[in-house]
């Protein structure tokens, strides 16, 4: 049985999920109105992998006899400066979701609550392997430095790139 204090926490990254995946869907709306496609595909994926987080979490919260809540979520951005701006947007913002987990697990830890410690592990690597994809993209747009063919290529090679690409990537 899920305490209190885990449940309502749980349910706020049930809320912090959600948002990343609306705020990602946003990305990819503009990416495409903008003909960035390799780049709206890549956030249309990112977006949905959102889901599945929050997913994830609900069913937990359920399985160990809370109630997960379903979050009203409100309005990303719907522009941004540009491509390597909406990018450096993104990393920020999974730095602050690492942030999340990190704070929940430790109050796992001081309630004693090893099943949901346990549970959360899998978010840490997550966190870890979006983080680096995220830095990857950021290290390859600084290179290319806003010049139009590096941007157009940039657009054609996003689409594939995953999680577990940017593991066996160089960074650059
Ligand atoms: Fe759910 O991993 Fe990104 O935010």
Redesign the pocket.
Known sequence: MLSNTIQSLLNQQVE??AA?SQYYLAMASYAETKGYNGVAEFMYRHSD??RQ?MLKLVRFINERGGHAIVPALSQPPTAFEGITEMFASLLE??IS?TQKINELVAATLDEKDYTTHNFLQW?VS??IE?EALARTIMDKLNLIDNDKGGLYLFDRDVAGFTVTSANDAPAG
């Open positions: 912090s999920e990343s992998e959102e987080h913002h999974e979701i978010y997550e966190q979006e």
